[in-house]
């Protein structure tokens, strides 16, 4: 068990290794004065005005977008279905039970509110002026 893993660390290690040098083999060419600089760094800006709008347009399109479509559809199987049933078996058949039960102290509570707010109107009708001076009384 040991040996595999120090064989396999060095194994890591010696591909990373060698990774590395391969990018170490292309060269940067240094600038030599400050006009080259800015000459380099226009380019390089022209470059990226004109290139970046595609290279965005491609990472959205092949990278991002399938990853987050593979995401809902493994939401939408294992997830959402699972939420949908349990609402349709367990919680509307008990919540249509339940109103069916109360409906009528629904109804009857709903009276009684609307006698009570019958005989508030008069009061909550007051001008603003008369409710102020009420607060300072």
Not at 18 to 42: C, D, H, R, Y
Not at 63 to 78: A, C, I, S, T
């Amino acid at each position: 068990m040991i040996k595999t893993t120090k064989t396999l660390i060095i194994f890591l290690v010696s591909i990373f290794a060698l990774a590395n040098l391969s990018f170490a083999q292309q060269t940067i060419q240094v600038p030599e004065n400050l006009e080259e600089a800015k000459e380099m760094g226009e380019k390089a800006l022209e470059t990226g005005k004109r290139n970046l709008p595609d290279i965005l347009e491609r990472i959205w399109k092949e990278d991002v977008l399938p990853v987050w479509q593979k995401m809902y559809g493994w939401f939408e199987v294992n997830i959402w279905s699972k939420i949908k049933d349990f609402f349709q078996n367990e919680v509307i058949p008990r919540f249509k039970g339940e109103y069916e039960k109360r409906k009528p102290i629904i109804e009857q509570e709903f009276e009684k509110e609307k006698e009570e707010m019958k005989e508030e109107l008069p009061k909550v009708t007051k001008s603003l002026w008369e409710r102020f001076k009420e607060l300072w009384e």
